[in-house]
């Protein structure tokens, strides 16, 4: 990161410790570890093949699993979301979103309760549900097993976005997500408007519906993010939004020429 990058997000990610205060000194920069779990969502590394350049592997890959359990990981992309949303002249939180789902196959990690098949795409692993606004940016995600139907992921992930955006109000979905989610989304006061294919012969990009399609595409130039790797669902989360956090900072601090 740069020094512009890393002043957007240094606090967040702060050390508990200073100097004066009872405890074990920081002997780690916090800078390098987000560096090197960056550089291990680009690339798909192995932890034990991170270079020598970043702190050990288990301290990067410790503070990975820290941060995303706790949070942080999808407090920084709000954060930046939020930045990026104003910069364009829009209210930091949303007020619409486009749901949609992506398999993705597992390796031998993925086991148990979190791993399943989806049939439709003949994909073993896990399938992510994520809503985007309309500037095509994150707003929820989460993770689930590969068989889970899109009215229980969809519901799940529009609860997360309704308890990250007060304003949340309106959802774009395809027809994949059936009754039982456009109800219970209704009985929350979210209005749904279902995309439905415009030619059955040939490729035409939906309204709306293809925001979504292009973060999927952002995220997969991630490699960690193209195979499920992980044993927990939301160590790959913070992957994602780690993953997102990358290209909000380049978005906020590289901006493009007319």
């Known amino acids: 990161m740069t020094d512009e990058e890393w002043e ?14 009872m405890g074990r000194p920081v002997t780690v920069s916090r800078r390098r570890v987000v560096d090197a779990i960056f550089y291990v969502a680009a690339t ?5 093949a991170l270079p020598g350049c970043y702190p050990n592997w288990n301290t990067v890959h410790r503070y990975h699993l820290t941060w995303s359990r706790d ?14 949303r104003q910069a364009e002249g829009r209210q930091a939180e949303p007020s619409a979103g486009i749901v949609d ?3 993705v196959r597992g390796t031998s990690t993925v086991t148990g309760p979190t791993r399943g098949y989806d049939a439709g795409k003949k994909i073993s692993g896990r399938k992510t549900f994520g809503i985007v606004d309309t500037l095509g940016l994150l707003v929820a995600v989460t993770v689930m097993a590969a068989g889970t139907s899109d009215n229980t992921g969809g519901i799940e992930v ?12 309106k959802l774009w979905c395809d027809a994949g997500f059936k009754r039982t989610f456009i109800d219970h989304c209704r009985r929350h006061h979210v209005g749904v408007e279902v995309v439905n294919r415009i030619h059955p012969h040939r490729f035409v990009a939906l309204p709306r519906r293809w925001l979504v399609e292009r973060t999927w595409s952002w995220l997969m130039n991630n490699r960690r993010l193209q195979v499920d790797y992980e044993r ?20 906020l601090t590289q901006p493009t020429s007319p």
């Open 8 to 21: 957007l997000i240094a606090d967040l990610v702060a050390p508990y410790w200073s100097r004066g205060k």
């Open 71 to 84: 949070g942080t990981w999808e407090a920084m992309a709000a954060r930046l979301a939020g930045a990026v």
């Open 158 to 169: 529009t609860d997360r976005a309704r308890a990250a955006s007060t304003r949340f109000a």
């Open 232 to 251: 927990d669902p939301v160590v790959t989360e913070g992957f994602i939004w780690a993953a997102h956090s990358r290209y909000l900072l380049r978005r």
């Open 44 to 48: 798909g590394c192995q932890w034990r």
């Open 101 to 103: 789902a992506r398999s």
